[in-house]
């Protein structure tokens, strides 16, 4: 009897368990990314250990536009030149998503035939992860993939920038990101 008991507890408690499990495997929605998040992280490439990483600062905007969201994110590189006075480069990009048929897929514009210089992009939510592809193709069919991987973590964000050339890793960036206050 008390052999019985305990196995109906177990079986609830497996039962709620993976109920739960099931529950929180499911992907966010972009309005759970909404928001402004500002940081900085390192980037490093195979010659890093040789001339050490680059310092990034960075700004990302999510926020609703029609019926899906656009992000914005801004990278202000500091590398090279006189150590006391690096060179410093600032680049903002802007990619607005659209649903598609898949749930979790998302429809990047501007975005074109790569074939003919135009990047294409989209972006897909796995999980608490957005992450934005952008692949483009130079004028020797060489194509360069970058993916940007933001994480929702309990202070803000976790990025993981990465950039394949032909199949080979060219540079990867890392950061930590605190949301802004509205």
């Not at 926020?63 to 006391?84: E, L, N, Q, Y």
């Amino acid at each position: 009897m008390v052999f019985r008991k305990l196995a109906q507890i177990a079986v609830g408690i497996i039962f709620v368990t993976a109920a739960t499990g099931i529950a929180m495997a499911q992907d966010l929605r972009p309005a759970a990314f909404f928001g402004t998040f500002q940081g900085s992280g390192f980037a490093e490439d195979r010659d890093s250990i040789y001339f050490g990483t680059t310092v990034r600062d960075l700004d990302v905007i999510i926020a609703p536009s029609g019926s899906g969201f656009s992000v914005t994110w801004t990278t202000i590189i500091r590398g090279g030149g006189d150590p006391s006075k690096p060179n410093v480069r600032r680049k903002t990009q802007t990619a607005t998503f659209s649903t598609t048929d898949k749930a979790s897929v998302f429809r990047g514009a501007p975005s074109g035939d790569p074939l003919a210089g135009n990047p294409y992009i989209w972006a897909k939510i796995e999980d608490n992860t957005m992450t934005v592809f952008i692949m483009s193709i130079n004028e020797s069919g060489a194509y360069n993939m970058q993916s940007y991987a933001r994480t929702l973590s309990g202070y803000g964000m976790d990025l993981v920038f990465s950039r394949i050339r032909d199949g080979e890793p060219v540079r990867t960036a890392r950061a930590k990101l605190t949301k802004a206050a509205n």
